[in-house]
């Protein structure tokens, strides 16, 4: 799979591009299988409170291992795209993956925010280097909190982020001003359909209240180039050497019980810092 020159346009255009069918049928029922069934993703999550005391649930990990998750972002089709898009000529590194879990009813909401909002205090120097990848593993609709973006607000640069509940939030004053300027689009999505999205890309989602799941994974990549001054894990600067497409289905996958999955406490995006309110 490569991404053509329109679809590479229009990502630097409006911040973000959805490719449909990036993962096949098959391929996709075996990421969701995982997902569920692999108890370290369970044992792993963190539950974080939206404003309204809603909770979200993630699972992240840093290094891609041989595990199926592994596989989809350490695949040629994965790195190829990514590189495509992010700026300049460095080879792609994998920052870190998340499993995004908004169970029927109690999925809580994501507040606006941009993922440089929190890669900030990670200190990574170029926002354009950095890009995240959403790909669906349940339907993605209106009712059960797909994702919401505002179309080119990438381009704004970073906005002041603060807390919102126990998630960091872009500044309202700026989030309503985008709104009243630029489109406000809900990324209603099939599984298996892939978006990728810039670092600067103001996006949220809300609770989900519907009967129906809403699984994501979300890995996110970094230029190499791209040095982050205060990042504790070394995955962000690691080349990624691709792999075949055929892993993903083919070969022998690992559990995740060796991941080394983030907690919570060492969250440096969850830490207030003396003087600011972030």
């Given at each position: 799979m490569k991404l053509n020159e329109e679809q590479i346009a229009q990502y630097h255009k409006d911040g973000y591009v959805l490719v449909k069918g990036f993962c096949s049928t098959e391929e996709t029922n075996k990421l969701?299988?995982?997902?569920?069934?692999?108890?370290?993703?369970?044992?792993?999550?963190?539950?974080l409170n939206d404003q309204s005391g809603k909770k979200t649930k993630l699972s992240l990990w840093f290094k891609p291992g041989n595990d199926v998750f592994g596989y989809l972002t350490r695949s040629e089709k994965m790195v190829t795209s990514v590189g495509h898009l992010?700026?300049?000529?460095?080879p792609v590194c994998h920052?870190?993956?998340?499993l995004m879990q908004k169970e029927p009813k109690v999925g809580g909401a994501w507040e606006w925010h941009q993922d440089y909002g929190y890669w900030?205090?990670?200190?990574?120097?170029?926002?354009d280097q950095l890009i995240s990848v959403m790909v669906a593993l349940t339907e993605a609709?209106?009712?059960?909190?797909?994702?919401?973006?505002?179309?080119?607000?990438?381009?704004?640069?970073?906005?002041?982020?603060?807390?919102?509940?126990?998630?960091?939030?872009?500044?309202?004053?700026?989030?309503?001003?985008?709104?009243?300027?630029?489109e406000l689009v809900y990324c209603e999505i099939d599984p298996g359909d892939a978006?990728?999205?810039?670092?600067?890309?103001?996006?949220?989602?809300?609770?989900?209240?519907?009967?129906?799941?809403?699984?994501?994974?979300?890995?996110?990549?970094?230029?190499?180039?791209?040095?982050a001054y205060s990042e504790t894990s070394t995955a962000w600067r690691e080349a990624i050497v691709p792999i075949?497409?055929?892993?993903?289905?083919?070969?022998?996958?690992?559990?995740?019980?060796?991941?080394?999955f983030l907690k919570k406490e060492n969250d440096p995006a969850l830490k207030k810092q003396a003087g600011s309110n972030v």
């Open positions: 969701y299988k995982v997902a569920i069934e692999d108890e370290a993703m369970g044992k792993n999550a963190m539950d992010l700026e300049g000529e460095a920052f870190h993956s998340k900030y205090k990670n200190q990574f120097m170029f926002p609709n209106k009712q059960n909190g797909c994702l919401q973006v505002i179309k080119g607000s990438h381009k704004l640069g970073r906005v002041n982020h603060g807390f919102a509940g126990e998630q960091v939030g872009a500044d309202m004053v700026m989030v309503e001003n985008a709104l009243k300027t630029m978006l990728f999205f810039h670092s600067n890309l103001l996006h949220r989602s809300a609770a989900n209240l519907s009967d129906s799941p809403r699984w994501s994974i979300i890995s996110c990549f970094n230029s190499q180039s791209n040095i075949p497409d055929e892993a993903i289905l083919n070969w022998k996958a690992d559990s995740l019980s060796n991941a080394d």
